[in-house]
């Protein structure tokens, strides 16, 4: 909670402050690939990821951020057990891990440097509100007669998380982005499962759709 | 005077909050009135006898879920028996603290005179001999009263000596038990998450 406060200290300090950006509102949507980083045995996702700015105004930096991750099956193998005796006592099952991500942001996009009129770098500063949803399956699971022992389960929760990314834009509309999230600033459910929530770093390509230039 | 009653009012909620035992009853969504199989220390255990699910009681914040005992039952033969027993309560929601047929079910395994505390580690991965070993339901009922005695499997899965909660030895027992008595009575799909202290042990 502190931390969270802290930051929206730091936005509040930055909409203080005149920020150069570029004039112009614009819609951008960008995908690439995302690796968690908070997983020994990270996720991995297609993010797409959608920003607005509103405001045409080169002072007011204000950005709404929305992404959505498509995750790839995060596989592993586990032991089920009988007591069955006509049975193997151990047999190896694939788990299959899926997770989903949304995450809805607000916050700053801060311009750092240029290589020339076209070709800008800018910093975003985001606190955004995230869903993580979690899919847990196994492959071929006898679970008539097999157990696994400390299975996975599915989840779904709900917090908030900042982040920040670093923009390249190229000949004006293209871009390049680098995004950085935190996992959920929440607890977790009490049943422990093998895996924690995800902090996805993203790396995006996409096109900015400009509009209402400001004079 | 109203200083003395915030006093006691929140030592009183500092007792309760701090005293608080967990039930760590986590459903498995496959099996209907079944714990998940764990190997977390949660002292539950859960089983089907004859398609209904049992479960040792929980006794209450103060005192959690009823424990097991294990030990070493000396006998006039060639080999002791290790006994591994616990209440058992019907997994319905019932109010009340004990129901159901069944009261008590215990695993009764063949061991040498010379058992020890390192024999018993050894069956870390352990599934034990086919029928083997036995199964005792204590009932008290109109239709079985008394001790009801059948084979068993049982299979340990983990048996693991866990420091991290005291100073001292507990051992941290997961395993699966299936049985029979008779044709009458199937117990199936047992499995249990047990934490017991080295000391409490009589071998």
């Not at chain 2, 608080?20 to 255990?45: H, Q």
């Not at chain 2, 299936?178 to 998450?193: A, C, E, M, P, V």
Request: aromatic share 14%.
């Amino acid at each position: 909670m502190k931390f969270i406060l802290t930051y929206i200290a730091a936005l509040c300090g930055f909409m203080s402050i005149s920020v150069v950006t570029s004039g112009q509102s614009f819609i951008s949507l960008s995908s690439g690939i995302s690796r968690d980083i908070n997983n020994t045995k990270p996720f991995y996702h297609i993010p797409v990821s959608l920003q607005w700015k509103p405001f045409p105004k080169s002072s007011n930096p204000f950005l709404i951020e929305v992404d959505y991750d498509i995750p790839f099956k995060n596989n592993s193998l586990v032991n089920a057990y009988t007591s069955n005796p006509s049975l193997p006592q151990q047999v190896s099952l694939q788990e299959n891990i899926r997770s989903y991500l949304f995450t809805v942001s607000a916050g700053l996009r801060i311009y750092l440097f240029s290589i020339d009129a076209n070709n800008k770098f800018y910093f975003d500063f985001l606190l955004g509100f995230c869903n993580q949803k979690f899919k847990v399956d196994y492959v071929n699971y006898d679970n008539a007669n097999y157990e696994v022992l400390n299975p996975d389960v599915d989840s779904n929760n709900s917090g908030f998380v900042l982040s920040t990314s670093v923009v390249y834009n190229l000949n004006h509309d293209f871009q390049i982005m680098l995004h950085a999230q935190t996992p959920l600033l929440i607890d977790r459910e009490k049943y422990p499962v093998s895996y924690k929530f995800a902090a996805p770093l993203q790396l995006t390509f996409g096109y900015n759709f400009y509009y209402n230039k400001s004079k | 005077m109203k200083r003395i009653t915030y006093f006691f009012a929140t030592v009183l909620l500092l007792l309760c909050t701090a005293g608080c035992a967990k039930r760590n009853f986590f459903p498995d969504t496959d099996d209907p009135g079944l714990s998940r199989f764990t190997s977390n220390g949660y002292n539950i255990a859960t089983v089907y006898i004859n398609g209904d699910a049992f479960i040792n009681p929980f006794l209450g914040a103060y005192r959690g879920n009823s424990l097991p005992s294990l030990s070493r039952i000396t006998t006039s033969g060639t080999v002791d028996s290790l006994t591994l027993s616990w209440s058992i309560v019907l997994n319905n929601d019932a109010a009340l603290p004990f129901n159901g047929v069944y009261q008590n079910i215990s695993l009764m395994i063949p061991v040498d005179k010379s058992f020890t505390q390192n024999d018993f580690l050894s069956w870390n991965g352990k599934r034990l001999a086919a029928n083997s070993n036995s199964i005792y339901l204590n009932s008290f009922n109109s239709s079985a009263t008394g001790i009801l005695a059948g084979l068993s499997n049982i299979y340990f899965v983990q048996i693991n000596i866990d420091n991290s909660k005291t100073s001292s030895k507990v051992y941290q027992i997961s395993g699966l038990f299936d049985g029979n008595i008779g044709d009458s009575i199937l117990i199936t799909k047992g499995r249990f998450d047990f934490s017991i202290p080295a000391s409490s042990l009589n071998f």
